[in-house]
C-alpha cells in the first residue's frame, strides 16, 4: 500500500500589518514618539470625533448584526420545525405499515419496527446492552472476556476517546480534510473537503451523539456548509447502521442545505453519493462521485462510494482499478476494507485477507477496530473457519460491544459451530433492537431448525416483519427489490420474488442479483431459464457456499447431475454451516444424486 501524500493544511488569513497597527495605535491616542503638546490637543479632538462618529457607527453595526442573527435564528428554527416534522411523519409510516401485519403472533416484534423509526425499543434505553446480561444467567463469550482482559489499558482510554468523539464529528469534520492542489475561491477562504471519516467510526455507538452535537452546532452557526455535508452523511450512516431508512430523507435535506450554502462542494457531493449507494441507486451515486472528485480528487468518502458504486453496477475491472486509485491516493481503513472486497470478489482470498490484517494492524479508534475485525470474521466465516471468525468478533466487542454487524456475525457462526442456543438469544437480541432482513431471516431459519413448540409461528413472525422493514425502505426511497428477492424466494411470495429479482437485475448485473435470479426462477418452476444465471453467480471465481448451493440444486433439476455433484460437495466443503436449511438441503440433494448414480 502506498503511504498517503495528500496531506495538507489549510490556508489561514494573515493578520493585517503596516498602516493599519499606525492607525490603531493613533486612534486610541497611544504615544508613537514623535508628538509634541500641540499633537496631544489634535490628538484628542480627532479621539473625541472618532468617538461620536464611532458610536453612531457601532449603533448601526449592532443593528445589521441584529438583523442577521434573527435571521440566522429563522433559519435554524425553520431547520429544526422540519426535522421535527420528518420525526413525525416517519412515525405516522411506520404505524400506517405496521397496521397491515397486526397479528396477535407478531404483536412483540412489531414494536421493535414501530421504535426502529425513533431510535429506542419500548422499555430499553439507548444505552441498554444488547445480548444477555449477568442478571439473565447468561455467560460471556470467553473470547470476548479474552480480549477484553489483554485490552485492558486501551479500553481505559476508550472514554476519553468516547467523549472526543461528537466534538470530532462537529468540528474535525465540519473542518474537514485540505487536499492539495484544491482551488480556492478567495484569497483567504479554505474549501472544506470530505473529511476522513471511517465507516468504523460513522458505524459506531458513538454516531448519535456525534448528530445531536452537529445539530446544536448548526442551530448556532446555520450558514456552515461543512457541518450540513457532515450531518447527512452522519444521517445516511444512522439509517445504514440502525435500520431506520426513515433517515434518508433528513439526509437528503441536510445535503441540500449544504449545497444551496456552497455549490458544489465536495463534501455534500460525496455525502449524496453515500446516500444514493445507500437507497441502492448506484448510477446516481457514480455519478455525485464523480463531481466530488472533480471538485476535490482525494476525497476518501467520494473514492469510496466510487468504488462501491462499480462493485453494485458489477463493473468489477472498473472496481479494482478505482480500488487501486484510491489506494494510491487515500491509503487508510475505509479503502483497505474496499480493496480487500474487490479481490475477494474475484476469488482473491488471500489478498483480501491480507490487506484486512494491514487495516486492522492500522486501526486505532475502538471503531474502526470493531468494523475491519467484524470484515476479518465475516471472510472467515465465508471460508468455513468459524473459530477464526468467532477470534474476530469478539475483539470486535471488545472494542465496541454494541456493534451491530459483528453481533449478527457472532450469531451466525455460533449457529454454524453447533452454539445454537447461543445463537438465538444473540439474534433475539439484536432483532429488538435492528430488525433489519439479514438478522430477521436468519432468526426465522433458526427457529425452524430447532423445531420446539410454537418455533414455526416464531419463524413466520420474522418473516413478516421482512415485509414490513421492505414497505418502510421503500417509503423513504429504498430500492428493496434485491432483499425482497432474497428473502420471498424461500419464505414469501414467490411470484413477488421473482418479479423482483427481474427488476433488480435490469438495474444492475452483479454476482448477487444473478444469484437472486437463478434462485427466483428455480423456486417458480424456471430452471433452464435459471441454469445461466446461476453459472455467472459463480463466474467470477467468488467464493460463496450459497452460490454454489443454489447452482448445484438447479444443475440437479436441469439434468446435470455430475455438475450438481461438484457444486453442492464444494458448497458443503467450503461453508457447511453456511445456512440451516440450505446444507440440509445440499446434503438431502447430494444423497438422492449419489443413489440415482
Known amino acids: 500500500m502506498s503511504p498517503r501524500t495528500n496531506d495538507g493544511e489549510p490556508e489561514r488569513e494573515l493578520p493585517a500589518s503596516g498602516r493599519q497597527s499606525e492607525d490603531a495605535d493613533t486612534l486610541t491616542g497611544r504615544d508613537t514618539g514623535g508628538a509634541g503638546d500641540a499633537g496631544t490637543t489634535e490628538i484628542s479632538e480627532v479621539t473625541e470625533t472618532v468617538r461620536a462618529a464611532g458610536v453612531a457607527e457601532a449603533a448601526e453595526v449592532a443593528e445589521v448584526a441584529r438583523s442577521a442573527e434573527a435571521t440566522k435564528v429563522a433559519d435554524a428554527t425553520e431547520t429544526v420545525r422540519a426535522t ?19 397479528d396477535a403472533r407478531v404483536a412483540r416484534v412489531v414494536g421493535a419496527v414501530e421504535d426502529a423509526a425513533g431510535g429506542e425499543v419500548v422499555g430499553m434505553p439507548a444505552e441498554a446492552p444488547v445480548g444477555p446480561s449477568a442478571a439473565d444467567g447468561a455467560v460471556p463469550d470467553e473470547r470476548v472476556v479474552a480480549v477484553r482482559r489483554v485490552a485492558a489499558a486501551g479500553r481505559r482510554r476508550r472514554v476519553v476517546e468516547l467523549g472526543a468523539c461528537a466534538a470530532m ?61 457532515t450531518l447527512g452523511l452522519a444521517y445516511v450512516e444512522q439509517a445504514r447502521t440502525n435500520g431506520d431508512p426513515s433517515r434518508y430523507p433528513q439526509a437528503e435535506q441536510a445535503l441540500k442545505r449544504s449545497l444551496a450554502l456552497r455549490p458544489d462542494n465536495d463534501q455534500a457531493l460525496a455525502g449524496r453519493a453515500a446516500l444514493a449507494a445507500a437507497r441502492h441507486d448506484f448510477p446516481n451515486a457514480l455519478k455525485y462521485a464523480d463531481q466530488a472528485l472533480k471538485q476535490n480528487p482525494y476525497s476518501e468518502r467520494a473514492l469510496c462510494s466510487r468504488i462501491d458504486a462499480l462493485v453494485e453496477l458489477g463493473r468489477y475491472d472498473d472496481a479494482a482499478r478505482a480500488a487501486d486509485l484510491a489506494d494510491e491516493r487515500r491509503p487508510g481503513v475505509p479503502v483497505f476494507t474496499r480493496y480487500a472486497y474487490v479481490r475477494e470478489l474475484r476469488g482473491d482470498v488471500t489478498t483480501a485477507r491480507r490487506v484486512l490484517d494491514q487495516a486492522l494492524n492500522s486501526s486505532t479508534t475502538p471503531g474502526d477496530i470493531a468494523y475491519v475485525a467484524t470484515q476479518i470474521g465475516q471472510l472467515a466465516w465465508n471460508q468455513g473457519d468459524y473459530e477464526d471468525a468467532l477470534i474476530h468478533y469478539a475483539r470486535a466487542l471488545a472494542a465496541d460491544e454494541n456493534y451491530l454487524p459483528a453481533l449478527e456475525g457472532r ?4 449457529a454454524a459451530s453447533g452454539r445454537r442456543a447461543e445463537a438465538l438469544t444473540g439474534l433475539e437480541n439484536v432483532v429488538a433492537r435492528f430488525p433489519l432482513p439479514g438478522p430477521l431471516v436468519e432468526l426465522g431459519e433458526l427457529y425452524e431448525a430447532r423445531g420446539a413448540e410454537g418455533d414455526r409461528a416464531k419463524a413466520d413472525d420474522q418473516y413478516t416483519l421482512v415485509d414490513a422493514w421492505t414497505a418502510l425502505a421503500r417509503a423513504n426511497g429504498v430500492n428493496a427489490d434485491l432483499d425482497t428477492a432474497l428473502a420471498a424466494a424461500d419464505h414469501g411470495d414467490r411470484t413477488a420474488a421473482l418479479r423482483a429479482a427481474r427488476a433488480e437485475w435490469d438495474r444492475r448485473q452483479t454476482v448477487h442479483t444473478a444469484d437472486a435470479l437463478a434462485w427466483a426462477l428455480h423456486v417458480n418452476g424456471k430452471d433452464a431459464e435459471a441454469l445461466p444465471y446461476a453459472r455467472r453467480a459463480t463466474a467470477t471465481g467468488y467464493r460463496n457456499a450459497s452460490f454454489l448451493y443454489h447452482r448445484g440444486v438447479i444443475e440437479q433439476a436441469t439434468g446435470n447431475a455430475k455438475d450438481a455433484r461438484t457444486h453442492l460437495t464444494a458448497a458443503l466443503k467450503l461453508n457447511p454451516g453456511f445456512s440451516p436449511p440450505g446444507a440440509r438441503a445440499a446434503r438431502t440433494a447430494l444423497k438422492a444424486l449419489e443413489a440415482a448414480k
Open 84 to 102: 421535527e416534522a420528518a420525526e413525525a411523519a416517519k412515525v405516522t409510516e411506520v404505524t400506517e405499515v405496521t397496521e397491515t401485519i397486526r
Open 169 to 229: 464529528l462537529a468540528v474535525a469534520l465540519t473542518a474537514g480534510a485540505i487536499a492539495v492542489g484544491a482551488a480556492h475561491e478567495t484569497r483567504n477562504t479554505p474549501v472544506v473537503t470530505a473529511a476522513a471519516v471511517t465507516p468504523g467510526l460513522l458505524a459506531s455507538a458513538d454516531l448519535g451523539e456525534g448528530i445531536t452535537a452537529l445539530q446544536a452546532h448548526l442551530r448556532a452557526q446555520p450558514r456552515d456548509f461543512g457541518g450540513w455535508a
Open 411 to 414: 450469531a451466525r457462526a455460533q
